[in-house]
């Protein structure tokens, strides 16, 4: 990256979050919203209450909610809540980890972590932390749904990409992603001008075999019901780009 010495390094998704939308303009969240609604229906459960635990900017969450529905946001970067306030009408939002969730046990329907957040988990601990507190927060007969990339998409679409986004000479980014094979570790990298100042965030996520997810998912106290490819209701495969789990929190 040029000038990356000179740039102030920040946490990831606090100077991103000015552009965040800009960058995900190509993501149909009505899309995504309209697929979760399809496993509420597949796994023949009634959703009531839901929280997205990694809302980001809360573009999913304007499509969850409803009569019938409530739906929650919650976030690690306040940054990015700030632009999901907003955006929302009615805003039910915290700034929390996804490890250390702000509910009450046993209180929700369901649980959604989209767009490959809990890849930002970065070892087989923090996902069984992510497993345990998820569970703690779930209703009996209760869902967690989240997805992951796959090493096989950071082998074909991100080993090796660029992308520039342009507003005007003083706001622009730069996104630079490559794939770490001894590592497995996607690693996306922004250079961010905002009205002229300079910023850069790193962004790390393990990329897991989706095997490597069912043997982590079998040593928790979820029941793993499906792993679907790619916006369907296929099993994922090798050649899955995103893979979709679907876990339920088992009756006593």
Not at 146 to 163: G, Q, S, W
């Amino acid at each position: 990256m040029q000038n990356k010495e000179k740039a102030s390094e920040v946490a990831p998704y606090s100077a991103l979050a000015t552009y965040y939308d800009q960058v995900m303009e190509h993501v149909n969240y009505h899309q995504w919203a309209n697929y979760i609604k399809i496993l509420f229906r597949y796994s023949r459960r009634s959703v009531r209450r839901v929280a997205d635990i990694s809302c980001g900017t809360g573009s999913l969450l304007r499509y969850l909610g409803g009569l019938m529905r409530k739906a929650y946001g919650f976030d690690l970067s306040p940054a990015m809540l700030k632009v999901a306030k907003n955006k929302l009408l009615h805003p039910r939002l915290a700034c929390a980890s996804f490890l250390h969730l702000p509910l009450k046990p046993l209180s929700m329907d369901c649980l959604l972590s989209l767009y490959d957040s809990v890849n930002y988990l970065q070892n087989e601990q923090e996902v069984a932390l992510f497993l345990q507190e998820t569970h703690r927060a779930i209703k009996p007969g209760g869902l967690l749904i989240f997805d992951v990339v796959t090493p096989y998409l950071c082998r074909t679409a991100f080993k090796h990409y660029e992308e520039d986004g342009l507003l005007d000479e003083d706001n622009r980014y730069r996104r630079t992603s490559f794939f770490q094979e001894n590592t497995f570790t996607q690693v996306n990298q922004f250079e961010i001008w905002i009205n002229g100042h300079h910023y850069f965030e790193e962004h790390r996520q393990k990329i897991f075999e989706i095997e490597q997810w069912a043997q982590m998912i079998g040593k928790s106290r979820f029941k793993l019901l499906h792993i679907f490819s790619n916006f369907s209701l296929n099993p994922a495969h090798d050649r899955s780009e995103r893979a979709h789990f679907v876990l339920l929190k088992e009756s006593p």
